[in-house]
Structures are given as structure tokens and as C-alpha cells.
């Protein structure tokens, strides 16, 4: 059973950054797609980025705007760095991981079976 553990929310001025990771307990967290996902107040939960299992494929939500970027480190840890947060990326962020053999990562949540339990990320003006 694959367990996902998110970290590195929390609550910054906007205009400042900050660096998600989520952590694997598989030995292998190689073989998985890992998304990130996330949910404002409010709405429904919305693609934000992805990274292949070699990681060179990432696509990228149309909103991250050369804001956000993702990396994995091939062990166990997949990154999301966020800069320039505006009110907007207020939102619980989420990461997720498969391990079809898709060519690329899927945009879509219901695609991914395994899920962390969220972090918390509160932009204040």
C-alpha cells in the first residue's frame, strides 16, 4: 500500500514562496506518476502539476504561469516549489501517485490511486 505524506505548507505574505514535498514509503517511487492537485475554499479540486517517472515530462495547470515548478529527486520524494503566491493559490495541495505505464502524466484526479492527506497553504495580503 503506497502512503503519501505532504509537507511545507503553512501561511506566507503574498509574493513569497514556498516548497512542497511529499514523501513515499515504497522502495521504489520511481515506477509512479506523482501529481500535485489542489482545493481553495469553495471549489473543486484542480490539476496544478505533474512529473513522469524519469521526470522529464512535467505538465503544468495554465494558471502556474512559470510560477510553480516541480521536481523528484528518484527515491522517494517529489517537490513542488511555489513562488510569487497571490490570495488565489489559498488552497489545501494535495500530491498523488500511479503506476499505469501512461506516456504521459495524467491532468486528471480520479486517474491517480493513491493520495496524501493534503497541506495546508493560507496566502495573506
Known amino acids: 500500500?503506497?502512503?503519501?505524506?505532504?509537507?511545507?505548507?503553512?501561511?506566507?505574505?503574498?509574493?513569497?514562496?514556498?516548497?512542497?514535498?511529499?514523501?513515499?514509503?515504497?522502495?521504489?517511487?520511481?515506477?509512479?506518476?506523482?501529481?500535485?492537485?489542489?482545493?481553495?475554499?469553495g471549489k473543486e479540486r484542480e490539476f496544478v502539476a505533474a512529473i513522469s517517472r524519469t521526470g522529464g515530462i512535467t505538465p503544468v495547470a495554465s494558471f502556474?504561469?512559470?510560477?510553480?515548478?516541480?521536481?523528484r529527486d528518484y527515491w522517494k520524494t517529489v517537490d513542488?516549489?511555489?513562488?510569487?503566491?497571490t490570495a488565489e493559490d489559498?488552497?489545501?495541495?494535495?500530491?498523488?501517485?500511479?503506476?499505469?505505464?501512461?506516456?504521459?502524466p495524467s491532468r486528471v484526479a480520479n486517474e491517480y490511486a493513491y493520495w496524501g492527506?493534503?497541506?495546508q497553504v493560507t496566502v495573506t495580503s
Open 80 to 85: 513542488l516549489q511555489i513562488d510569487s503566491l
Open 90 to 104: 489559498t488552497a489545501t495541495y494535495y500530491c498523488a501517485a500511479d503506476d499505469r505505464a501512461d506516456t504521459t
Open 64 to 71: 502556474v504561469q512559470g510560477r510553480f515548478a516541480i521536481s
Open 1 to 41: 500500500q503506497v502512503q503519501l505524506v505532504e509537507s511545507g505548507g503553512g501561511s506566507v505574505q503574498a509574493g513569497g514562496s514556498l516548497r512542497l514535498s511529499c514523501v513515499a514509503n515504497v522502495r521504489t517511487f520511481t515506477i509512479y506518476d506523482v501529481a500535485w492537485f489542489r482545493q481553495g475554499p
Open 117 to 119: 492527506q493534503g497541506t
